[in-house]
């Protein structure tokens, strides 16, 4: 509990710094949806039958037209994208910046458990990627709020959800490369986000890449799909809170193994 | 209860085609304070590591206060207060939460004794660790090692950054711990520490333990540091080493029979004679050149 109280204490400024430039950039662009509401009107069935490009943004399947439409297409891609960095930087830097910083000598030597030393790390990640979820939830909801019009709530709620899970899966992975690295594994770990993002542009329209949705988190994590079906992926949402269960058990092996720096 | 604080047996470390330590065995009794000699690179530091189960190693066991690591590590560990060489702590925190936090870590209360070390140690606790430059790194990490009163110390070069101030409040408090029961492992260069303060001693060189014994022992040998004036040279005699010519006279290091040495030298009636132990320092650089391999297990 010490531990992880430490961490958290340690990673506020950067949760803070990421949670609001992300949240409110979107509660801004909420704003701005007024002012570009009449060419809207116009592009949105444009954009709707562009094909490729499309399908990719998931405008085939949401109006932006509308306020949520909008949300679902413009403002969760800042949020997803934003929410996946962030956990990448917490969970890449967790554990390996102790010997890159030669703080392990003091934290190894405390009388504690390479396993407990893990799982405090991993519960804090978790917090602050749910802190962060909430955080530009409250903004979200603001902005909406501001705008005087609400979402659809469950729905809200359901993408908000998968994008927590999304953001704990790639927290997982980075979280893992923090495990086996003696140095924070930043470029990888931010690189390794990006590429899923694009795999997952790149899935929605190349169909021979579809075996890809069980790849990369994002895709179940796209609030157009969400908001366009009502529902959430439950199979992929359960096949990535597995890969989290297996990350983390392939960092607590491979740490255990390791020989620690000084 | 053991009466053992350490037990090595065999100790065997190496990283991939880098030599680590080979073959280290010794054995501290409580109660002592134990200096470990090397040059860097020797592998003290890598014996440390795998004393506190930071290095897996492939061969040998460890046993520290009666118990083999691995087994009871955080118990070993509870026990244990330590104080690496390259001391580093979180850069934003301030000196006073770093040794609460390793307080904490600990379950412990230590506040009282805390503050008596910092108040001894001159501990600045408002400071950023950023801000603190090696020396007062050293005084908090020495806090952080000493606050909960361990019963074993293991301590990697403890006095390197620290004034001459802050080395005798340090062996102060050192002493204090080891006449209340704790036993000191320590790792240093520095051989007039080691002298003044360790009972038995032990030196490694390139992996392998060369010596292990009492201080006082070490300081003895039969190797003796002979100068002598009026003579243009050096007695022909097997143990004669370091021959140097110098003004009026010659000098050089013998190991050996005395009898044949003072026969040699009254042979070649000298002006003078002077014939002197060598200092622990001429000892430590006999051993890292010739090293004596030692087999078994070594008792200090």
């Given at each position: 509990m010490v531990l992880f109280l430490h961490e958290c204490k340690l990673n506020r400024k950067s949760l803070l710094v990421w949670a609001l430039c992300v949240g409110v950039l979107c509660f801004a662009c909420l704003l701005l949806y007024d002012s570009l509401a009449d060419s809207m009107g116009d592009v949105s069935e444009m954009f709707s039958d562009m094909g490729a490009f499309s399908a990719a943004l998931g405008m085939d399947k949401v109006n932006i037209g509308t306020l949520e439409g909008y949300y679902a297409v413009e403002i969760a891609i800042m949020l997803s994208l934003g929410g996946g960095l962030f956990a990448a930087m917490t969970g890449s830097a967790l554990v390996a910046k102790e010997e890159e910083g030669h703080t392990s000598e003091f934290l190894n030597t405390m009388p504690l458990s390479r396993t407990g030393i893990l799982l405090a790390k991993y519960a804090a990640m978790a917090l602050l990627i749910f802190l962060f979820e909430l955080i530009t939830l409250f903004c979200v909801l603001a902005g909406f709020s501001c705008m005087g019009e609400m979402p659809h709530m469950a729905n809200l709620l359901r993408y908000h959800g998968a994008a927590f899970l999304m953001q704990l899966e790639i927290g997982s992975i980075c979280f893992l490369l923090s495990a086996i690295?003696?140095?924070?594994p930043t470029g990888a770990a931010l690189g390794l986000t990006i590429f899923f993002y694009m795999l997952d542009l790149l899935l929605r329209v190349v169909?021979?890449?579809?075996?890809a949705k069980y790849i990369t988190p994002f895709y179940f994590a796209n609030a157009a799909d969400i908001f366009s079906e009502n529902a959430a992926n439950i199979p992929l949402l359960g096949t990535g809170a597995g890969d989290c269960a297996t990350f983390l058990a392939a960092a607590l092996l491979l740490y255990g193994r390791r020989d620690i720096a000084g | 209860m053991s009466e053992k604080a350490i037990e090595i047996y065999g100790l065997t470390k190496s990283y991939g085609k880098k030599r680590g330590v080979r073959d280290i065995s010794l054995v501290v009794e409580k109660g002592d304070v134990f200096g470990f000699l090397g040059p860097n690179g020797a592998g003290k530091s890598t014996t440390i590591r795998c004393l506190l189960g930071m290095l897996h190693f492939e061969a040998g066991e460890i046993s520290i206060l009666g118990r083999r690591t691995g087994e009871a590590q955080r118990e070993i560990l509870r026990n244990i207060g330590y104080m690496p060489s390259e001391v580093m702590f979180y850069?934003?925190?301030t000196a006073e939460k770093v040794i609460k936090l390793a307080a904490d870590l600990r379950g412990m209360d230590c506040g009282t004794e805390a503050a008596r070390l910092c108040d001894r140690l001159l501990v600045?606790?408002?400071?950023r660790i950023s801000e603190l430059s090696l020396g007062n790194r050293k005084k908090v990490s020495i806090v952080c090692a000493m606050q909960h009163k361990p019963a074993l110390l293991i301590l990697d070069e403890?006095?390197?950054?620290?004034?001459p101030l802050m080395q005798e409040a340090f062996f102060e408090l050192l002493m204090e711990a080891n006449h209340a029961g704790a036993t000191c492992f320590l790792s240093s260069h520095v051989l007039t520490e080691v002298r003044q303060y360790c009972k038995h001693a032990a030196v490694i060189r390139d992996g392998s333990l060369v010596r292990v014994d009492t201080v006082e022992s070490l300081s003895k040998s039969t190797l003796r540091k002979v100068k002598l004036s009026g003579v243009s040279g050096a007695p022909?005699?097997?143990?004669?080493?370091e021959v140097r010519k110098e003004q009026g006279g010659v000098s050089f290091s013998y190991s050996g029979d005395m009898q044949k040495l003072l026969t040699a030298i009254l042979a070649l009636s000298p002006k003078d004679v002077l014939i002197e132990e060598p200092s622990l320092e001429e000892m430590f650089m006999q051993f890292y050149e010739k090293g004596e391999e030692k087999n078994g297990v070594v008792s200090a």
């Open positions: 690295c003696r140095k924070k169909p021979a890449l579809e075996f | 850069p934003s925190m600045d606790g408002k400071k403890p006095t390197s950054g620290l004034d022909a005699l097997s143990g004669i080493e």
